[in-house]
């Protein structure tokens, strides 16, 4: 198997395709192209990836820690006041309908 750069192959396919191109022939050209030109950028990432895995892990599960075992976090929600005119309901009132 030969690996080959992007030149080398559009001419490989440029000897299979008829001398004048049908917008079949073209379509699939330029799908190639465009595949050989995504994967190129893809391909030039240079993100650590396990570096960058194992310190969102970290983090996470110091995230989760501190949770369950720090107390007097921000993250604890704010005590709420109950408004004075609510008034407890019964069972009953489930059922019955105002008119």
């Known amino acids: ?8 192959i ?3 396919i440029r000897t299979i395709l008829p001398e004048e191109a049908d917008d079949a022939s ?3 050209l330029e799908d190639i192209t465009d595949t050989i030109t995504d994967y190129e950028t ?8 396990k570096t960058r ?3 969102n892990d970290k983090e996470w599960r110091q995230k ?11 993250d604890e929600p704010e005590d709420f006041d109950e408004p004075e005119d609510i008034k407890p309901m019964r ?5 019955t309908t105002k008119e």
């Open 1 to 8: 198997m030969a690996i080959r750069t992007k030149d080398e």
């Open 10 to 12: 559009l001419n490989a």
């Open 26 to 28: 073209t379509a699939i």
């Open 42 to 49: 893809r391909t030039k990432d240079s993100t650590n990836w």
């Open 53 to 55: 895995y194992e310190e």
């Open 64 to 74: 989760y820690r501190d949770r369950f075992f720090n107390s007097g976090s921000d």
């Open 91 to 95: 069972f009953e009132d489930l059922f």
